[in-house]
């Protein structure tokens, strides 16, 4: 066994790293199956069609051992579900079968699916199915969704309205009336999608002797799909077994219940035999979920000192077709209007939120879910406000922060905010950057007509989101997580959790977790995941949950297991359990540290010499503990991001010189995890400040569905990201850890737009839609020289 | 993402190629790199039926100076004419336009003649070629023939070479003394398709140009040699004026094509940025 020294604080490497270089990683589509048929869809080319027929025969003729199977068919099996929740009685999703039948009401929504001996030859076949159409005027602007003259995504809705709501203290407005500088903006941010490295990918096994069905596939919430198979495929949920593998990124797109996913398993289920779909690239740009999409008025008061006055927000978010099973779609919208602004003292806060379908894929949960939004139009404004009243963009914040005796307190947004550390973050931030050094060389440099842009943002990130949201929705979404925490015989220590890796190394920290619970070093702990039928019940991974809820089950599932050690230590060695303590791998002594017994002689004895005990003496040496984080509705993390750029004027082009994050996300288990999930999400909202953007046409055709358009960033045109720590542990949980997964994502978009915004300010040019492109920033250029 | 089944066949021989395209013309592709052409067969954009695997043709390879011409093999290498001395030193342009091209993973495979064959109107070295005054050799069973690179160009994806002919390799005079190029490009990200880029050639004598020779890509559905533009240039002592000549020219010899990335207005704008900051570059060289 290794010499344990304290394990959480540190930076170890991200689990599976090795196994991954050594080129051992097993992801979905690496597994071999018998008796494997491909599966391939055919997909709607129109927005918005009916669907007249499907001839089958040419499809078989071209491949004669291809079968079909049509949206009518599957149904036959496998009932519609509705993306309704329970609690928002106002919201309206229409039932959505797996496969189209009659309608389709997205280019990309699949019409049927062809199983053949090779993918090819699927593919072979698909193109020949001979579909009948009659295409549908389409609903695909988004800000023309909800005018009268156009299409309905569902006639019998009778409008595209999905949901509206308004929230707030309703005197915002006579408060920016009396404002002595008022700033206002539409900002508007492009539609997403997550793009993981690997793509979805399913293989469902249906065993007809057993009954059984095993579906192996990159997910990240497995017990989600196992609910949802057993209950759509009317399967027993204890003979439904899923299993994640390797997985290759999800960033939420992975989150989803997708027909196509459930069709698979329908179409395993018919033939009996194990079927396998990999989602290609290109399919993936129009059935992974799609996110964003917002348009944003919004108006910020200041007063003299620029303290604030008030802010009123309107949002319209653009859905797809469909809300998602279990997943409210109208979380981006909820979490923009919810969360602007909310690190400032302000009292006088107005919001409206209005959510409509459109004719494009169903929308559903990408990394930072509106937080990003609220950031960039809450920052963006302030920066403005800042400079109406002549004051420095950081004092401004410096003033205008909550103070920490408002602690604990509910914003007029209603998020509410157990204790938060901005100043202490931004000090940091400002320090890490040579804030001032950096003022003073951008007007040294603008003399000599180079265009530098110094943007800080403020960020709140909303993680661990509990039973407080998920449960009165009536989702079959679990929101704790579960862990069992075993000894083995030779003293080492297996850890099987619930928490799902998808390659953000939450294992890795978790075994920190159990190792300094143990005395053991974190090498001599395994974990293991990813199989609902072995593992305790969970949630998955999302909203940042892994550490601050799975994290926190580890941690009494190693409590519990390290109590059981000392119980029998003490029958061993007949000593008071209580003067009985866990360290270097070893029961010690309380009071001196003198090791008393090993704990490999703990496993031995424990295990296999039963015979040796006292009478009734029974050793516990695996302990299941499940946490559910029910002392706050959430976890709040915060932070403060800051970018440096230079702007071309002439050309558009912006070159990102640098960029600093300080994040408080409470106590930090492994710092080199939590920076690489900033770096990582940082670079994810450099896509969507710079990059990132499912383009349409007015049909509802996707005109980037490929990377050599949807552009993503690239490491070459990344600036050196700098991570600096504040650490507040949370008082809720043992751990006192926040979820830092999305910081990086929500905050970078704003510091960024600021920036070139703050580069542009001398030419009075404005950017305001995101992905800020070369031809938006020259067009703002020409517009401010326009008389 | 399968690409359809095609027969697949890799001959020895030059001879073999050219027996091969006389007889399936149109319903073979060559194989050079595969970078561009395997991509459009998996995403089922095209259907040959046969591939014809250039790969292992000796005479097809390789970069060589002689009589002050540069002679690029059909299947040398991206990566190969990025690192070549004989570019760095004859083909000065061309060195600066290496860069641009792809990513290090594609230049390793992607090869000069399977750029020049395809005729990308965003790529570089189609219009690097018409600048320098290149010559294509073409091969088809019955013999060889010169085509001068500023009437290779057809249109989008299109040439002179006709179904049954190979494209060999690519002929480029060697700078001459007194010249000097220059080469500058935008993309929204260093590697991708240009959102516009330009290619200058001339004998700078102080801040006296001669010989100008400006051409453009990523504008429209070919690379283009800007006449107009380069003739304002013309014998002219370069200066702020002489560039808004030269700007105001390209209007007329540029018809730009937008798309989403990037309108024709924007395009055309970025070419004129381009010009003045490439020609200032190549004058403040000396
Ligand atoms: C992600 C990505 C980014 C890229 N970025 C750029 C870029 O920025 N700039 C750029 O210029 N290119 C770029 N490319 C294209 C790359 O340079 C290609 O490799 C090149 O254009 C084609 O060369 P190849 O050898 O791969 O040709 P192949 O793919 O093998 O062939 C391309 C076409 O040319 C034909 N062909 C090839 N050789 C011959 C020949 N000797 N005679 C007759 N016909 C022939 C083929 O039949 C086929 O139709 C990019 C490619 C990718 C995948």
Redesign the interface.
Known sequence: MAEPEGAVGRSLPRSGARRLAFGRGRYSDDLRFPALLHLAFVRSPHAHARILGIDPAPAVAAVPNARVFTGAEIAEICAPWQGTMDHLPTMVSPPQHVVAVDRVAWQGEPVAAVVAA???EA??AA?EVAVEWDPLPAAAVRDRTLDEDVALVHPELGSNLCFSTTIGTGNSESALDEAAHVVDGRFSFSRHSGVPLEMRTVIADYDPGEGTLTVHGSHQSPWHQQDTLSRYLGIPEHLVRVVAPDIGGGFGIKLHVYGDEIAVSAVSRILGRPVKYVV???EAFVSDVHARDQAVMARLGVDGDGRIRGLSVDALTSLGAYGSLGRPPISEGMMTIMMAAGAYANERYDARLRVAFQNKPPSGMYRAVGQPIACAVAEQLLDWAAHAAGIDPVELRRRNYWSDEDYPLRTPGGLAIKRLSPRRCLDKLVGMMGYDALRAQQAELRKTGIHRGIGVATFLEMTSVGPAYYGPSGAHISTQDGATVRLEPSGTVRCVTSVIELGQGTHAALAQIVADRLGVAASDVRVVGGDTSTTPYGGGAWASRGLTIGGEAVWRAAEGLRANILELAGSILQADPSDLDLARGAVCDRGTGEPRIALSEIGRIGHFRHDTLPPGVQPELAVTRHYVPDAAPFALANGVQGSSLEVDV????VRLLDHWVVEDCGRIVNPLLVEEQIRGGVVQGIGGAL?EEC?YDEDGQM??A?F??Y?V??A??LPDIHVGHVETPIEETALGTKGAGEAGTVGAPAAIMLAVNDALRPLGARVTSLPI???SI?EAVAAAERP | MKAPRFAYIRPESLDEVLELLAEHGDDARILAGGQSLMPTLNMRLSRPRLLIDINRIEELKGISFEDGTVRIGALARHGEVMTSSIVAEHLPMIAEAMPHVAHVAIRNRGTFGGSIALADPAAELPACAVALGAEFVLANKRGRRNVAARSFFNGLYETERADDELLVETRIPAIESGYRSSFMELARRHGDFALAGVCCHARVDGNVLSDVRLAYFGSEDRPRFADGASAAAEGKAWSEDVKEAVKTALGDDLDPIGNFHASAATRLHLARVLTGRAIDRMVAAG
């Open positions: 090779s993918r090819a593919e072979d193109g290609d690239r290109m002439e050309t558009g082009e990059f383009r005109l980037n490929s050599v358009d552009l960033p690239m070459a045109g492109t070369p031809e020259l």
